[in-house]
């Protein structure tokens, strides 16, 4: 009894310039790719053979081009070819994969391997809860589990969750039924909070859902508003023992999700980059956070906006301020072989500014993935970065060579702000700023999605 195993993830925003590369790829291919993923023991526990492919994440960027695309995909599948007996298949997706002049590459991977292995074989996947559910993945996968976190913590526990379901389906003899519910709203999604009502609630019950024996997994799929594609909305994705309960199920699901479509707000507040910037230099909080959503690279936007860093170096502000992960490899280059404290002049800018610090990036794995220089324009430190990146945890700035608790207000290009950096953050503030990950949805351009569209469009509905 045989299983593959295999990771294939970039979640796609169609509005940003950078097309993910292979160096921007974490990649790990035979038995190392179970130092991301933690399903092995699960498998063989069971008495399974396991058969290791790749491992490749990246960071959230341009759609992917074709040869990039293919490069990891045709790795994947030359496994599965070498296996075509394997009795059970579980990958680790991001769901919101947009390959251009192809659509999914979720969707065309899975209809390759189908082409592949016996119809007795089962295909598990793990999936982003902001995953662009596409309407024939039920044709071609058994079984999907969903994070049930947003922020997300959860990637161990769903990967868990779909490798017991393979299990579960493998020693049953069952072959579970998907149903694919699409929901017709696209909210912004860092309004969607699973901590937060409606949200919570509806996520326990799924939980209580899935301890019914003829459930398998019942998902809330989110969406991803940044792909402008078909497949862009919500969706509620049931997977059972019979056609009947999954869509039942699924379709009860979707009817209080839409329920709840009005009722979505920001928790922290939310205001223009001009009024961000003006509540963070009146704040009286020991440490406060502005985070840059339109130009937020864990959304796949390219880092390089410094409209933030001018409106505080127009500011004649006392406060010390830290504005982080700038991605301009040019200025990162000019000013390497400066000395830290030596004075050098930002064109740019048309300022003069003092190296402070030279430090490394972390990659989207943690790794370390290139320079970063840090420039004091007097109380006001601008961390660059020579290769996008995201300043989501302390070890981002520890690594800069900055120290993050020594600054009153801290800007990051980020949506909401990560779980690790909360503990240090006073007060929140959202920038609704303009790029290729603005959430303001009538901005966005979006022409490919199906209309209706809740809020682009005022309509009844019901599953």
């Known amino acids: ?50 058969v290791p492919a790749i491992y490749a994440v990246a960071l959230p960027a341009g759609t992917v081009e074709k040869d990039i695309y293919f490069y990891y995909a045709e790795e994947i599948l030359e496994t599965v070819k070498e296996n075509s007996d394997a009795d059970g298949i579980y990958i680790f997706f991001h769901g919101s994969m947009e390959v251009e002049e192809i659509g999914s590459g979720e969707l065309y991977l899975l209809k390759e391997i189908r082409k592949i292995v016996s119809e007795k074989c089962v295909i598990s996947l793990t999936m982003d809860a902001h995953a662009n559910i596409t309407d024939e993945l039920c044709n071609y996968a058994n079984i999907v589990c969903g994070f049930k976190t947003v922020p997300h913590t959860d990637q161990a526990e769903s990967q868990l969750r779909a490798a017991n379901c393979l299990i579960k389906a493998l020693k049953s003899g069952e072959k579970p039924i998907m149903y694919i519910q699409r929901v017709p709203f696209l909210l912004k999604n860092d309004t969607l909070l699973t901590r937060e009502e409606p949200l919570k609630t509806l996520i326990e019950e799924t939980l209580c859902l899935e301890q019914q024996e003829s459930i398998y997994s019942a998902n809330l799929f989110l969406g991803h508003c940044w792909i402008d594609a078909p497949n862009t909305s919500a969706s509620t994705v049931v997977c059972a023992a019979n056609e009947e309960t999954a869509k039942s199920v699924a379709k009860n699901l979707a009817n209080k999700l839409w329920a709840t479509r009005k009722i979505y707000r920001f928790k922290i507040e939310a205001e223009s980059v001009e009024k961000s910037v003006e509540l963070a230099l009146m704040g009286k909080e020991n440490r406060i956070f502005v985070t840059d959503s339109g130009d937020n690279t864990t959304a796949g936007a390219e880092g390089e906006s ?17 504005v982080a992960g700038i991605t301009d490899p040019e200025l990162v280059e000019a000013f390497w072989d400066k000395k830290d404290g030596e004075e050098v002049f930002v064109n740019k800018f048309g300022k003069k500014a003092t190296v402070k610090s030279h430090g490394n990036i972390l990659g989207w794995g943690k790794e370390l993935i290139g320079r970063s220089l840090c420039l004091s324009f007097g109380n006001i430190d601008a961390v660059f970065a020579e290769k996008r990146c995201a300043f989501i945890e302390k070890r981002n700035f520890d690594e800069a060579r900055v120290d993050l608790l020594s600054y009153e207000v801290v800007t990051v290009k980020l949506g909401y702000l990560f779980q690790e950096l909360k503990p240090f953050a006073d007060r929140e503030i959202f920038a609704l700023s303009m790029g290729a990950s603005c959430v303001e949805l009538e901005k966005l351009g979006l022409k490919k999605i199906i209309r209706p569209m809740y809020p682009l469009d005022e309509f009844e509905w019901e599953a």
Not at 306 to 322: A, D, G, H, V
């Open 1 to 50: 009894m045989k299983i593959i195993c295999a990771s294939f993830q970039c979640e796609s925003n169609s509005r940003a310039k950078t097309h993910p590369q292979k160096y921007d790829f974490e990649y790990f291919k035979g038995e190392d790719i179970f130092k991301k993923l933690v399903v092995k023991d699960v498998f063989e526990k069971a008495g399974y053979e396991v």
């Open 306 to 322: 410094t409209e933030m860093l001018e409106l505080f170096l127009k500011s004649n502000t006392e406060k010390r301020i830290c």
